[in-house]
């Protein structure tokens, strides 16, 4: 979660359209599924925030998943 503070270009900062899809992200991004595809596109141990933007999404399944974890 964003504090405020200064961070390097390798922290990506993630802003829900939605704020009603923020369970949905935050379930995504702490989930294997977010580094496997994240590793698909870049392997290197240190990943700038613009290819977290390529990681494919499906905002339906983790609104559901979300659901599930978070009743």
Do not use: H, M
């Amino acid at each position: 979660l964003y504090s405020g503070a200064y961070f390097s270009n390798s922290t990506p900062v993630i802003i829900p359209e939605k704020e009603s899809d923020l369970a949905a992200i935050w379930a995504f991004c702490s989930s294997t599924e977010f580094a496997t595809e994240l590793r698909k596109i870049n392997q290197k141990l240190s990943v700038d925030n613009g290819y977290v933007g390529k990681i494919p999404f499906d905002v339906n399944l983790w609104r559901e998943r979300a659901g599930q974890l978070f009743p």
